[in-house]
């Protein structure tokens, strides 16, 4: 991929880059672009965990996904800087040029709470929690997804290459298609895309899908993702869909591209997780987090973004009943909840965020001693090597989700372990489970079976651990982040070769 950034003017901005951040050309045009709703720093209060010169890490596999390879790329990464009503002119941070797209109080309300959040999310998850239909969010998501992509058009040298990302931004490969048709256009999805049946609830799923096709790739996590998009294109735009191409027409019925739908299945920056988990600071501040436990047999850890679709009551749950069989003591094992805060305004969340917080009060109540607590719960963000620091104190990683894209904890969990030790525990709805398949699979539903999956994980022998852990790390050493961009990269750049057979 060539990615070149051509400065057309060097004037000066009234506005300045925030504090941590320089400068760019505000009309600079880039041959190579990705947007996401998110940039991969968000704004944040100087007392905050992780907070340098007023940013931070975003939140989300998203950007742990990206953002090594744009800090390789000399290209450009158009998005929200996390702050409302705050108007920025482009700028770089850590070696990313940045091109952030305003949102006011409003477009948050409607556009990010309510449709990205409380329409698209639960529904492409397996409705766990009912979507919510409303016109006003709609229009919303049309207005801002309109603004993402007029900074696209303003940046975009001739024939550069595009690549949107994620739920919040289906209908940009459209608008860009329209307006430059120039542009080689590919689209990602994080996040599940779901079964017909349930998209078919969508008032506007023909506008969702026409937005989707103006793209020449659409990626996917899981092959089955791409075959409910597919089967969605047919049913409801009547598209003619073959193989994996599905042939766009025009109004008047003419073939006006073809574009293809093919998994990706994402993962993480292998090399970054294998030098933390062989820093000798962080294997001794592992070390420090187990003696601060208590230097229990077995420490259990879950982390998540605080989601519904997560699984962590489920988890709770298995674990209490562990407790309360003697299966588990808190002598023996304390489970650690890491649950960073997330959407703290979606009425869902909140409500999630009291049952969580309810559950633990209530288990630590019940089995704490004066001297051990049964489940650490840590409502926080934390930097990346505090987190490989604890995957390197984890005996068992929990991943329970009861439907998640992929899930890039359980392969940061398993590249961190060097040693080939340690179990995970991994849901078989978390698209992760399609590659780590010696991981301990279950259903997290199923209560019975969870616990038993604990415990299995719990008392596994070394001998065992190491062959599962072994085969694992293989898989993701093979399959690393930079090959998961070049491959979709290389596909986008590739002839289309009509199968019209
Ligand atoms: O991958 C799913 C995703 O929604 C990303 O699009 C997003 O950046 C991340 O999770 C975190 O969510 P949010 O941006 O809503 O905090």
Redesign the pocket.
């Known amino acids: 991929m060539q990615a070149t950034k051509h400065a057309e003017s060097d004037r000066d901005t009234d506005s300045k880059a925030a504090h941590g951040a320089s400068d760019t050309d505000p009309d600079a045009q880039y041959d190579f672009m990705v947007v ?3 940039l991969p720093v968000d704004r944040c209060a100087a007392d905050e965990p992780g907070c340098e010169d007023g940013w931070r890490r ?6 742990t996904a990206l953002a090594p390879m744009m800090t390789k790329t000399d290209g450009a990464w158009v998005g929200w800087h996390g702050a409302p009503d705050e108007h920025l002119q482009p700028f770089s941070h850590g070696g990313i040029d940045l091109v952030p797209v305003q949102l006011s109080t409003h477009d948050i309300e409607f556009f ?1 709470e309510g449709f ?2 409380a329409t698209l ?1 639960p529904l492409y998850h397996d409705v766990i929690a009912p979507p919510e239909f409303h016109r006003t969010w709609w229009d919303s998501y049309r207005k801002v997804n309109r603004r993402f992509a007029d900074a696209v058009i303003h940046h975009a040298s001739p024939g550069a290459t595009v690549w949107v ?4 931004l289906q209908l940009v490969p459209k608008m860009l298609r329209e307006a430059r048709p120039d542009l080689k256009i590919g689209f990602f999805n ?2 599940p895309f779901p079964p017909p049946e349930i998209f078919a609830q969508l008032p506007w799923r023909r506008a969702i899908i026409d937005g989707l096709l103006g793209a020449d790739l659409v990626g996917f996590q899981r092959s089955s993702d791409a075959g409910n998009f597919m089967r969605s294109a047919r049913r409801f735009l009547g598209a003619s869909v073959k193989q994996q191409q599905v042939h766009v027409k025009g109004s008047d019925g003419v073939t006006t591209h073809i574009a293809r739908a093919q998994a990706f299945p994402i993962s993480i920056d292998v090399q970054q997780i294998s030098k933390l988990a062989r820093d000798p600071e962080i294997i001794e501040r592992a070390r420090q987090i187990r003696q601060d436990l208590g230097n229990p047999k077995t420490i259990l850890l879950g982390v998540d ?1 605080l989601d519904y679709t997560k699984g962590i009551p489920h988890r709770l749950k298995a674990y209490e009943e562990l407790l309360a069989d003697g299966k588990v003591t808190v002598e023996d094992a304390a489970l650690i909840q890491v649950a960073s805060p ?2 703290e305004r979606v009425e869902h969340y909140r409500l999630l965020r009291e049952e969580v917080e309810g559950t633990v009060g209530h288990i630590n109540g019940t089995y704490d001693t004066l001297q051990n607590t049964a489940v650490r719960y840590l409502n926080h963000n934390y930097p990346i090597d505090e987190m490989v620091a604890l995957y390197l104190a984890a005996d068992v990683m929990l991943v329970t989700a009861l439907r998640d ?1 992929m899930n890039l904890v359980a392969k940061e969990y398993v590249t961190a372990r060097t040693n080939n030790d340690g179990a995970l525990v991994l849901s078989e709805f978390a698209g992760a489970a399609d590659q780590l398949k010696q991981a301990l699979l279950m259903n997290p539903h199923d209560i019975d079976g969870l616990k038993d999956t604990i415990m299995k994980a719990v008392n596994m022998q070394p001998a065992e651990a190491a062959r599962r852990m072994r085969s694992m790390r293989k898989q993701i050493l093979d399959h690393d982040v930079d090959r998961w961009s070049s491959e979709f990269l290389s596909a986008l750049e590739e002839k289309v070769i009509r199968d019209d057979s």
Do not use: E, M
């Open positions: 996401s709703n998110r975003s939140p989300g596999g998203l950007v990010y990205s959040n999310w990302q994620d739920y919040q994080h996040i973004r997330s959407r894209g």
